[in-house]
């Protein structure tokens, strides 16, 4: 069976800080996408693309602000296959130094398989993947 999610985290450091204090969301944003990308690369292992690329990101709330030393969870999951398209749906949450968590955002990331630099059919269906 293949995993249809990846979970990642990491801790907010002082140059992961914009200039009010808080975690600068372009940081945050950017390791959505590595996650999201990784999941997506793991799921396309079995086929023959050479990987994937992002091709759109929907909108994205920052419900509260991450602070230095928070533990910052990035939940990857798959949501949905297209024919060469991958949607994967971002949960993020922090945890403080107290280990009180709570949900920073939620964001969809879709992928599109590519070989040889264009779009790729993947064929892998969520059948193929619970296998």
């Keep these: 069976m293949i995993e249809t999610e990846y979970i990642t985290d990491f801790t907010v450091f002082p140059e992961h800080i914009n ?15 590595i996650a999201a990308a990784t999941l997506a690369r793991k799921l396309l292992y079995s086929t023959d693309a050479d990987g994937a690329v992002t091709a759109s990101m929907d909108k994205v709330d920052f419900l509260l602000p991450g602070n230095v030393g928070d533990l910052i969870t990035i ?14 749906q971002c949960k993020v949450y922090k945890e403080d130094m107290k280990g009180n968590t709570e949900k920073m955002c939620t964001a969809m990331f879709t992928f599109v398989a590519m070989k040889e630099g264009k779009p790729y059919p993947h064929g892998l269906s969520f059948a193929l993947l619970n296998s």
Excluded: A, P, Q
Aim: aromatic share 6%; no cysteine; charged share 15%.
């Design 19 to 33: 200039f009010v204090g808080s975690l600068f969301g372009g940081v945050l944003l950017g390791k959505m996408d």
């Design 75 to 88: 939940k990857s999951v798959l949501k949905s296959l297209g024919r060469s398209s991958l949607l994967i």
